[in-house]
């Protein structure tokens, strides 16, 4: 299967954007770009920006691998894209409203019943609930995969808490230190200010309630999480106190922070906690994240949560595979981002072609994330194999098939000198009172593996600047 | 700001600032130890660092002898002691993770910094020298942590809790040293000039680096009794508790100003100030050094719970 190359097209012959930066490659000596590699892992360290990586106790920080050559996006594919990203933002948004209120599209036979009444994420206290300004996607991270130059096909929809923002933020610093030649010769549109963008998208949707100058914060499951560098690093550059769940408490159906000054009122909490963690009182009893009493705030109108509680419902990928029917019933509109076509194990038909074509399918755990739980059917051995065939049969609806896709590549700095592999990319979507807010660029993480398709950083994977080009 | 935030603050101060108080009483009990006997060296300069760090009982549940090896062990290194080096780090460092937001980026890099390179350190194969050079590391990251807060943070309330743990700390400190020590200081006429004692009071000084400043503000050789009042009284010597506590005093008033509310840590401290201010070292011989310093001690004490009962929790 041969990829299509970002910066060679399929044929070898550079493609426009990358005209100025194939001839930079093409010149540059190798000792410079190593030279720069390992200054950039200087600064990453240096700065602390870390993760985790869960059952590995040996280490609970590490570096995530940053590849130095920058992925270009032209200023025409990203025009097409950010207008896909915002109207499918926009149905989730829709569609999420209807399951917690008239279910117009279950009704119209749109999405089948159990695909929201036995969905695990499926919120029943959330039912007939208004949320400020009929926002319940507030922050959604679009997974998108490219295969040739025209067609970018959506991988998957993150509307409960998407992370990686963080990197697009300080990868950008980071090219910046080591390469300002490069952005004397393009012109590189700024993702600086995603912050203030966030910052005045949980603002517009401030309950009616608040305050005329609202008090945001961000809930962080502490210290101990994977994405907690990132947590601090945005309410650093939100300006906004990063708190954790002992730190607030709810009296009067008001939340309130524990600060120096004594009690502070809180009217968005943009909430890097997942839903079953939030509230011991209302979900998990063993939770000791959560703030008690919070759903009886949140639910009485008086704290914004962004996003909202059972937005699950709209990203697992079952109901990924209904995303173009949803885009067409809620918004009239013929969707412009592609769906990589899916097999719904759930239906006996797709079973059994699934079953039939495992070796050359992708499947995946309907809930599964991190590229955990999943099967490459090109590049497993016969035993994963069989194993994933037993799973399939014992519980089918849990899983989605899909083709194997040829992601796109890019050039990146590896062993052997410059070399492709393969990348997606994830936009970061803001949806407020006034509309949607898209910063261009987003996360391009790459499988730095030969040949691998996995850009998970869990599994390996890295991540590179994005590079929007200005028109 | 959130109470946890400054909580974290303070302590961070607090850790970094014991960190450099135990690299210098190992530093001392060294050089002390090494003298021969008849200057005043003896093996007990061990048990004596102990006690001025006030791990003695700890430090007995899992040693028998205290040698240099056993104590530079269990003060530097030891995961067992909540005040070794290693552990005031690694809470240094972990506050320091837990408000990133607070923190300017070269505080970050001072505490970070000094971490990795405790990471670096392979514990089993230290001789005296790799020793020395870590205590100086550490030492020197206080300085820097210490000169990034106020060259670079921003003036209110994170910096007035940063600097509270700073002195609160200090002043305990300085404290405990003068009550380990406190029966060399006693003017007792007949031990004046002895050869023995000087090293001993030199000692003092020394952990507290104030060898020379205190020839600068006395102009005399080293007399228990002027030790003493450079220690506790003067406000020009920067570790004294009259400084620290007059520095403590400031930094209550900036908090009380920003928030506008006087609360008993405020009153607590000024009195504390005021008797330092009133005090004269006759007197406090004349009362007994020892439990002027007990005193002093429970009521720095006692400042520390107000202040987390009045702002931290």
Redesign the interface.
């Known amino acids: 299967m041969t990829a299509f190359d970002e910066m060679r097209g399929m044929n070898g012959q550079v493609r426009p954007g990358y005209r100025q930066l194939a001839d930079w490659l093409a010149g540059v000596p190798r000792a410079l770009l190593e030279e720069r590699r390992r200054e950039a892992e200087f600064l990453f360290r240096r700065i602390g920006i870390t993760f985790a990586v869960y059952g590995d106790a040996e280490s609970t920080e590490r570096l995530i691998p940053f590849d130095i050559v920058p992925r270009i996006i032209a200023h025409e594919e990203w025009t097409q894209l950010s207008k896909g990203l915002e109207q499918r933002v926009r149905a989730l948004n829709l569609y999420i409203q209807d399951v917690y209120s008239k279910r117009e599209a279950m009704r119209a036979g749109i999405v089948p019943e159990e695909l929201i009444f036995q969905n695990p994420v499926f919120r029943p206290e959330m039912n007939g609930q208004r949320v400020p300004h009929d926002i319940w996607v507030h922050i959604a991270g679009i997974d998108v995969v490219r295969v040739d130059p025209e067609t970018f096909y959506v991988l998957e929809d993150n509307a409960r808490t998407p992370s990686g923002v963080s990197y697009m933020l300080e990868n950008r610093e980071i090219m910046i230190r080591l390469f300002p030649e490069l952005f004397a010769t393009h012109r590189v549109a700024p993702v600086e200010n995603y912050p203030d963008e966030l910052l005045a998208t949980l603002k517009s949707v401030a309950p009616l309630t608040s305050a005329a100058e609202p008090t945001a914060v961000l809930l962080t499951p502490g210290l101990f999480n994977s994405a907690y560098y990132e947590h601090s690093f945005l309410a650093d550059k939100l300006g906004i106190e990063l708190v954790e769940g002992r730190d607030l408490f709810i009296e009067n159906n008001i939340v309130f922070m524990r600060t120096t000054e004594g009690p502070q009122r809180v009217d968005v909490i943009y909430r890097r906690v997942d839903d079953d963690f939030l509230d011991p009182l209302a979900f998990r009893p063993d939770s000791a994240l959560g703030v008690p009493g919070l759903l009886g705030a949140y639910r009485a109108g008086n704290v914004t949560l962004a996003n909202a509680v059972g937005t699950g419902v709209a990203d697992d990928k079952a109901v990924y595979s209904y995303m173009p029917d949803i885009i067409r019933f809620f918004l009239g509109e013929e969707p412009i981002l592609k769906n990589v076509p899916t097999w719904r194990c759930r239906e006996p038909e797709s079973l059994a072609y699934v079953l039939e074509h495992l070796e050359e399918l992708v499947v995946k755990e309907t809930h599964g994330s991190g590229g955990y739980g999943m099967l490459i059917g090109p590049k497993a051995c016969k035993e994963e194999i069989e194993t994933f065939r037993a799973k399939l049969k014992h519980d089918p609806t849990t899983f989605i098939a899909q083709p194997t896709l040829a992601l796109s590549t890019a050039p990146c700095l590896v062993e052997e000198g410059i070399a492709p592999r393969h990348v997606d990319l994830r936009p970061y979507v803001l949806q407020g009172k006034t509309g949607v807010r898209i910063v261009p660029g987003g996360l391009t993480r790459v499988a730095l593996q030969a040949g691998s398709l996995v850009v998970n950083s869990s599994q390996g994977g890295g991540t590179k600047d994005t590079w929007v080009l200005g028109a | 700001?959130?109470?946890?935030?400054?909580d974290n603050l303070y302590w961070l101060a607090r850790y970094i600032e014991r960190a450099e108080f135990v690299a210098r009483t190992i530093e001392v009990a060294q050089r002390m130890a090494s003298l021969p006997t008849s200057y005043g060296g003896s093996s007990n300069e061990w048990e004596s660092a102990l006690a001025t760090t006030g791990c003695a009982d700890s430090f007995h549940k899992h040693y028998r002898d205290a040698t240099e090896r056993t104590v530079t062990e269990f003060l530097a290194f030891s995961p067992e002691n909540s005040s070794s080096i290693v552990n005031c780090l690694e809470t240094a460092r972990?506050n320091a993770?837990?408000v990133?937001?607070a923190l300017t980026?070269e505080m970050?890099?001072a505490i970070?910094d000094v971490w990795l390179e405790l990471k670096k350190l392979n514990r089993r194969k230290l001789d005296r020298d790799d020793v020395n050079r870590f205590l100086n590391k550490v030492k020197e990251a206080s300085l820097l942590f210490d000169g990034s807060a106020s060259r670079t943070m921003l003036r209110r309330?994170s910096y007035w809790?940063e600097r509270l743990g700073h002195y609160i700390e200090r002043a305990d400190n300085t404290a405990r040293i003068l009550d380990v020590k406190y029966h060399l200081l006693l003017p007792d006429q007949s031990h004046v000039g002895g050869a023995l004692d000087y090293y001993q009071w030199t000692s003092v000084l020394r952990a507290v680096s104030a060898v020379t400043s205190f020839h600068w503000v006395y102009r005399e050789s080293v007399k228990p009794w002027l030790v003493a009042d450079f220690l506790i009284l003067n406000e020009q010597m920067p570790r004294s508790l009259a400084s620290c506590y007059e520095n403590i005093t400031r930094y209550l008033d900036m908090?009380a100003q920003g928030?506008g509310r006087q609360g008993p840590a405020q009153r607590h401290a000024r009195a504390m100030r005021a008797r330092l201010q009133n005090a004269r070292m006759e007197a406090i011989f004349g009362t007994g050094l020892h439990e002027f310093i007990t005193g002093f001690l429970a009521d720095n004490h006692r400042l520390g719970s107000e202040v987390t009962e009045q702002?931290?929790?």
Request: aromatic fraction near 18%.
């Open positions: 700001m959130l109470s946890r935030t400054a972990a993770r837990a990133r937001t980026v970050w890099e970070n309330d809790f908090l928030y702002y931290l929790v």
